[in-house]
């Protein structure tokens, strides 16, 4: 027998970023206090904070734990749950919505949160970048470079034109030389490593054509150089998955891969910078994995 729902809401924690969206802060909350009201709602105070209520959450035998905010929100809820059995919710309210898309939940957060209500579930590969939980994509490289140069300000009120601008402005200083080591590639050099749990990164875009988050691997593509000609090349051919044919373009399957400096340097600023699911997550040598179908989702 389903149980009804206010007892089943006792069961939800709904991990709320304040900061995303902000002009549409209070509406959220508001309508939260009344879609969500037997539900425990907890607000983030800074980067890093959803983790640690996270953590909490599951100790204290929450159920279901719901990520309110974009991809680094849902990041650091993962940071929190991960090896668990907690199935995670999404309430879609970044600017991206990376991992949304990738499981096909309504883009509109009040639809999402019905979804959630209805209780289906699907579990999920987890991937990993030096231990730490990856929900849908990271970057070595150029991405990521360009990630640290946007601020959470201009990030918050110019949406993907700030990820452009900041794109424009990399390309115009030379990027470090990366090692990319796999056992079905050997040995690559390379300006710019992206990995992936599902099809789609940066947007609607399905930049992992054969991208799975059910079949254990990480899809990766390797980009040996890198121009505005090169970019301009890939951006108009996202929408069929053509950019994978482009010379100096490596696109396979694996599910084990280190990034490193390709040459050794005392400058830190020579490591390889990494994002995880769009946030900035430092520099250095980066070791890649994933663990299969090893996180509960709601669907």
Not at 53 to 79: C, H, M, S, Y
Not at 115 to 139: K, T, Y
Not at 154 to 162: D, F
Not at 190 to 196: I, N, P, Q, S
Request: proline share 5%; glycine share 10%.
């Amino acid at each position: 027998m389903k149980r009804g729902k206010a007892n089943l809401l006792k069961d939800y924690c709904i991990i709320l970023n304040p900061a995303a969206r902000t002009a549409r802060q209070k509406q959220v909350a508001a309508r939260l206090a009344t879609l969500a009201r037997e539900a425990c709602v907890r607000l983030t105070e800074a980067p890093g904070h959803a983790t640690e209520l996270a953590k909490i959450a599951v100790a204290q035998g929450f159920k279901t734990i719901v990520a309110g905010g974009g991809d680094g929100t849902v990041n650091e809820v993962l940071r929190g749950i991960a090896g668990s059995q907690v199935r995670l919710g999404v309430l879609p309210l970044g600017t991206m919505n990376v991992f949304a898309r990738e499981l096909a939940l309504p883009l509109n957060w009040e639809a999402a949160w019905e979804r959630i209500l209805r209780g289906d579930s699907r579990w999920v590969d987890v991937g990993w970048a030096n231990g730490e939980p990856i929900a849908q994509l990271a970057g070595v490289g150029f991405d990521a470079e360009v990630v640290e140069s946007v601020s959470a300000r201009c990030k918050l009120y110019a949406g993907p034109l700030a990820y452009l601008g900041a794109a424009w402005r990399r390309l115009r200083r030379p990027l470090p030389r990366l090692t990319v080591e796999a056992a079905e590639i050997g040995t690559r050099s390379a300006v710019w490593v992206l990995v992936g749990l599902g099809r789609y990164y940066g947007g609607p875009f399905p930049v992992f054509s054969r991208g799975s988050n059910i079949d254990g691997l990480l899809d990766v593509i390797v980009v040996e150089s890198f121009d505005a000609r090169k970019i301009l090349g890939i951006l108009a051919r996202l929408s069929w998955a053509g950019h994978t044919r482009l010379p100096g373009i490596t696109y396979f399957q694996t599910s084990k891969l280190v990034v490193r400096s390709h040459a050794l340097s005392p400058s830190l600023m020579e490591e390889p910078a990494l994002e995880v699911d769009g946030e900035w997550r430092g520099r250095g040598p980066v070791e890649f994995g994933v663990t299969p179908r090893s996180l509960c989702v709601a669907v």
